[in-house]
């Protein structure tokens, strides 16, 4: 008897903690969850996909820098491109109004933000607050190229990144700083030997396979997915900077070693070339940027920039090369305009275009049209006597952004195959004698205009 009478109690127990079991899980269900508003409705949760991992990370990020009045603005290309394509509708959604995550809760690994580093009054204090919040961060740095022409300043490092990483979703926070031409710049992100390169997943990253450089955006405040965030406002002109914003800085320490073999013209002469070419350099790419006409530094130009971070004061010109798919019928009467009268146009759109222009103290700007073959590149050139024409090829370029007198300017990525093509191997050695049909070595004769195609 005994012996039942402990079955049955053990059953009744069990039973019994069962029944509050099953209550308690009821309970949670039904009136906790409805009481915190969270996922009160399967349905409902599925359909608002708030409680993704990248929104979350991204409302986290969003309270940790508005707490700390850091101004960071979305980059992050896929959204961007999102929100273009929704725009109207974005535009006139108000905070807590939306029913449906369809930006931030796209399956990625990243979310790129992006912030002006002067604008960041409290890093370290920054720092110590994401990792409260539950953040792992990495900080990139590396030495400022700015001070790289200072001998004394040259090596200070600078944080160019940020990854912050929640649970599987992780903030890429790209540090943009200011430079001389007005212009935005952010570094490479190398990684150090001591990094776990397995933090996450680098190789998807958008940003940081080599130095960008960017216009100064404007930027403008939406309401995405019910959060708050300043996007650029004409983020369709960010959007197509970025596959062409690669940035290559110019090389002060060969420079240095150039002028210690070479030393460097400082006559009143030398002076007085520098600062008109500079003008007139300035002059053209302002000119050119309002017809939205892309060039690059050429010749003596780009080899001034290459070899020496400054103009070579011999050069007597400024250079500059241009795609002829980018020529404009206007371009002569807009230099015209800003008082740098022709010179000399030499060849047709179709062969071997070349334009001249003569700005002050006896400067000139010499304009040369790029024509694209199968495997190489070429400009032409016309002596005015004879109507000879010659060719200047190049192998194959792209271009990008470098920073030469204070500007933001472009210049073959290939730079020392355009530099060679043009000079040879010798290219180091100052040669102040140049023939410009017979010195390149990249030229050969292109026939001869007629009589009456030429006078």
């Known amino acids: 008897m005994n012996r039942i009478n402990k079955n049955v109690i053990l059953a009744l127990l069990t039973l019994t903690s069962s029944a509050f079991l099953l209550f308690q899980l009821y309970y949670y269900k039904h009136y906790l969850s409805a009481k915190n508003g969270v996922g009160s409705s399967k349905s409902k949760g599925s359909q608002i996909g708030f409680d993704s991992t990248q929104w979350r990370a991204v409302k986290k990020f969003i309270m940790l820098t508005s707490s700390q009045n850091v101004p960071v603005y979305l980059i992050d290309p896929l959204i961007l491109e999102m929100i273009n394509k929704n725009f109207e509708q974005v535009k006139n959604t108000s905070r807590g109004s939306t029913s449906e995550c369809r930006f931030f809760c796209a399956p990625r690994d990243f979310t790129a933000f992006a912030l002006q580093y002067h604008l960041w009054k409290n890093e370290e204090g920054w720092f110590r607050i994401a990792e409260n919040m539950g953040f792992q961060c990495l900080k990139i740095e ?7 022409g200072i001998d004394s300043l040259s090596g200070t490092e600078i944080p160019l990144h940020y990854i912050c990483r929640l649970a599987t979703h992780a903030i890429h926070l790209v540090i943009f700083h200011e430079r001389s031409g007005n212009y935005l710049w952010h570094g490479h992100l190398r990684l150090k030997r001591h990094i776990d390169r397995k933090f996450v997943p680098f190789r998807k990253l958008q ?36 596959p062409h914003s690669r940035f290559i800085e110019c090389r002060y320490k060969e420079a240095r070693a150039f002028f210690q073999q070479y030393l460097d013209d400082n006559t009143v002469e030398a002076m007085t070339f520098r600062k008109s070419a500079k003008e007139l350099l300035q002059l053209a790419a302002k000119t050119l940027k309002k017809l939205g006409v892309q060039f690059w530094l050429s010749s003596g130009t780009c080899l001034g920039w290459y070899r020496q971070c400054n103009i070579i004061p011999y050069s007597k010109d400024v250079d500059l090369g241009i795609f002829i798919q980018d020529y404009k019928p206007e371009i002569i009467s807009a230099f015209q305009g800003v008082g740098l009268p022709l010179k000399h146009k030499f ?29 190489h590149m070429w400009n032409g050139g016309t002596q005015a006597k004879t109507g000879k024409k010659f060719k200047y090829v190049f192998p194959k370029f792209t271009l990008c952004w470098t920073e030469f007198v204070d500007m933001k300017v472009h210049v073959p990525c290939e730079t020392i195959e355009y530099i060679e093509a043009n000079y040879g191997k010798t290219w180091k050695i100052p ?10 070595p990249n030229v050969q004769p292109n026939g001869i205009w007629p009589i009456s195609e030429w006078d």
Do not use: N
Not at 142 to 148: A, E
Not at 432 to 438: A, I, R, V
């Open 142 to 148: 590396s030495k400022d190229p700015r001070l790289d």
């Open 207 to 242: 940003f940081g396979r080599y130095p960008g450089a960017f216009d100064r955006p404007e930027l403008q405040q939406l309401t995405v997915d019910g959060l708050e965030v300043l996007i650029p406002k004409d983020s369709m002109h960010f959007l197509e900077e970025i």
């Open 347 to 375: 060849g047709k759109v179709e062969d071997s275009l070349e334009l001249s222009f003569q700005g002050k103290d006896d400067v000139k700007l010499d304009i040369f049209f790029f024509y694209e073959e199968t495997d």
């Open 431 to 440: 040669v102040k004698t140049w023939d410009w049909k017979s010195s390149p």
